[in-house]
């Protein structure tokens, strides 16, 4: 599938901050996905967003679907150290296959 | 609901060998599953999807002869790795769609 943009590629959290990453795409999806994989694990769904413009909350996450229907950003509200782990955009367009960003990973700040 | 197991979590084969991982809807039906491939620090590669009752379709580059896949179920599809190598050694994950792509734990392959 296409490849999604994701920035930053990783970054250092300390405990209470937000934090922000977000995803651009050339092509245009009908859904944006956003999954939080742990090591050793499978993807685990957080977020989907299904309309432009779509503003969704899932506890201290937040994330949009971008007007444009080719990005999105996902917000991390006062982090905690259990927020760890890399978090990956996806978007689909019809057929449920998924095309994946690179991924951010988010480590504690010593 | 919506939960995606995966079978063997973690397997070591010889070169050569062939390896069965399996994958399971445990409370939804699934007439398409997907395989995904992910090495360490890279973001996951879809290798093909799993069609219930029909040939699964195969992304370019993957080779069909040598990850067999059969769906055999509308809650099982397996994916053989025939003949390993050292350089087929990764996270194999499943998928299945309830609305949305639920994925299960992965199954780590090592050939020595």
């Known amino acids: 599938g296409q490849q999604l943009n994701q920035s930053p590629q990783s970054m250092f959290i300390q405990e209470g901050e937000d934090v922000s990453m977000n995803c651009t795409s050339s092509?245009?999806?009908?859904?944006w996905l956003w999954y939080k994989q742990e090591p050793g694990e499978g993807p685990v769904l957080l977020i989907a967003?299904?309309?432009?413009?779509e503003l969704t909350s899932n506890g201290r996450l937040t994330a949009q679907f971008g007007i444009t229907r080719k990005d999105s950003f996902l917000n991390i509200s006062a982090s905690i150290p259990s927020d760890v782990g890399i978090y990956f955009c996806a978007g689909q367009i019809n057929d449920y296959k998924l095309s994946f960003g690179a991924g951010t990973t988010v480590t504690v700040r010593a | 609901g919506a939960v995606v197991s995966q079978h063997p979590s973690w397997v070591i084969c010889k070169s050569g060998t062939s390896v069965k991982i399996e994958c399971r809807s445990l409370?939804?039906?699934?007439?398409?599953m997907f395989w995904y491939r992910q090495f360490p620090k890279q973001s996951l590669m879809l290798m093909a999807t799993?069609?219930?009752?029909?040939?699964?379709?195969?992304e370019q580059g993957v080779e069909k002869d040598k990850f067999l896949i059969n769906h055999a179920s509308l809650t099982l599809s397996t994916l053989t790795v025939t003949s390993a190598h050292p350089e087929d050694s990764s996270f194999y994950i499943c998928s299945a769609p309830y609305y949305e792509q639920y994925f299960g734990p992965g199954t780590r392959l090592t050939v020595t």
């Open positions: 092509s245009i999806f009908n859904t």
């Open positions: 967003l299904y309309k432009a413009g």
């Open positions: 799993s069609n219930e009752g029909s040939k699964a379709t195969y």
């Open positions: 409370d939804f039906q699934a007439t398409t």
